[in-house]
């Protein structure tokens, strides 16, 4: 009878688990099927690397988008952005894949300031915690001593 019990409770926390899971994919799905208020296109060059970025601005002032990442003697990363910004800064998660592996998703956390008509990608200290990373609370992203600036581009469908 005890066995019972705990079988009973077992079943009923992953029935509860997959309904909350079912509701975040539902939530995801229908950000990515929202269309954005606006869309903007920024291209960053620094010696052989270049970045192409992507940002729709969404209406409730969420952000999503694509990066593509060319970084000399690697291998390319693709991936999206979703965030959001505070202030001048945006605060976003990038989930990517690089090279041909696409099996592996990386995810990193990324911070960019709005400067008049450039963005620029600011360095910080990162942390993992349970395989999440995200930048170490009370240390500084610098903005001065950056590789990447963002220069408004044309948005090229690909």
């Known amino acids: 009878m005890k066995n019972l019990g705990l079988c009973c409770l077992l079943l009923a926390a992953i029935g509860f688990q997959s309904c909350k ?6 939530a995801k799905a229908t950000a990515k099927a929202e269309k954005p208020i606006s869309v903007n296109c920024y291209k960053a060059f620094y010696e052989n690397d270049t970045i192409d970025l992507k940002i729709n601005t969404l ?3 969420k952000i999503s988008g694509n990066m593509v990442m060319k970084m000399y003697a690697m291998s390319e990363k693709v991936g999206t952005i979703e965030g959001e910004f505070r202030g001048d800064t945006l605060y976003a998660d990038y989930s990517f894949t690089q090279g041909k592996n696409d099996k592996a998703i990386f995810k990193n956390p990324l911070a960019i300031l709005k400067r008049g008509d450039t ?5 910080g200290k990162i942390e993992t915690y349970l395989g999440r990373s995200y930048f170490a609370k009370g240390e500084p992203i610098d903005f001065d001593r950056v590789k990447y600036k963002f220069l408004a581009a044309d948005c090229v469908d690909k």
């Not at 899971?21 to 539902?26: C, H, I, P, V, Y």
């Not at 963005?119 to 360095?123: A, D, E, I, S």
């Open 21 to 26: 899971d079912e509701k975040a994919n539902d």
């Open 59 to 61: 209406k409730d002032g």
């Open 119 to 123: 963005l620029v990608l600011g360095n």
